[in-house]
């Protein structure tokens, strides 16, 4: 947001990971409020305070319609400013509080071994792999259970597929989430890989945070001219 500042510029922030689209999205993007972090942080690109670190309320976790369980209360943001969810496009893979963390894998590895995807060694420091000749393709890449942030008004924004999974070797596959331990300021980070082909825009004028599901959904992408 420090652009817009300089530039005179609408607070108002797209994104889609890489940077070209071909269709008109704009209409069908779901909806959720944009919350602002506190609580006041050391000096981020030369800004002040206060945070100027943008987070999202989710509210749960699923995988397929399976809900995750752990302490729904970590992903509020506390008034001493830990918890919450925000989204980095700094951060690669999506950093969860290890409480969260192992509760998603948990879950992901009973749905994974419904679909008969054959667990191989672990490769630190994530907690689950798979080997990648007993995942099928599906339309928006490999075939695993599907992950669901969800929001308020039960809007849910889908990690599936491509943004789900990073391939580690010609062998092996491995989800894109990392144990952030037991003590992270923040409860939930989201990465780069969880946005590749989404596409999120931040409407800070309105505190809006608007986002579509995978393009490959649709047939289309963010790199698609």
């Known amino acids: 947001m420090k652009l817009s500042a300089d530039l005179n510029l609408p607070h108002k922030l797209a994104l889609c990971l890489p ?17 602002i972090d506190p609580v006041s942080r050391p000096p981020f690109h030369g800004s002040a305070s206060p945070s100027d670190l943008y987070f999202v309320d989710v509210t749960a976790i699923k995988v397929n319609l399976a809900q995750v369980h752990f302490k729904a209360s970590s ?9 919450g969810t925000k989204i980095s496009t700094l951060t690669p893979y999506t950093v969860l509080h290890s409480a969260i963390y192992s509760a998603l ?24 792999c798979f080997d990648a000749r007993s995942i099928r393709s599906g339309v928006a890449g490999p075939d695993v259970p599907a992950i669901a942030l969800v929001l308020p008004s039960d809007a849910q924004w889908g990690i599936e597929g491509v943004n789900s999974m990073v391939r580690v070797s010609e062998e092996v596959m491995r989800p ?21 082909d989404d596409l999120v825009e931040f409407d800070v004028a309105v505190m809006a945070f608007r986002f579509s599901n995978s393009l490959l959904l649709r047939n289309t992408g963010c790199s698609h001219s």
């Open 105 to 128: 894998v948990a879950e992901f590895l009973k749905q994974a071994a419904e679909k008969k995807m054959r667990r191989v060694d672990l490769i630190t420091p994530f907690g689950a």
């Open 75 to 83: 992903l509020a943001i506390d008034k001493n400013g830990r918890g």
């Open 19 to 35: 940077p070209l689209l071909k269709q008109d999205l704009s209409e069908s993007l779901l909806i959720s409020q944009l919350l």
């Open 176 to 196: 894109g989430f990392v144990d952030g331990g037991s003590t992270p300021i923040t409860a939930v980070v989201i990465g780069a890989h969880q946005m590749e």
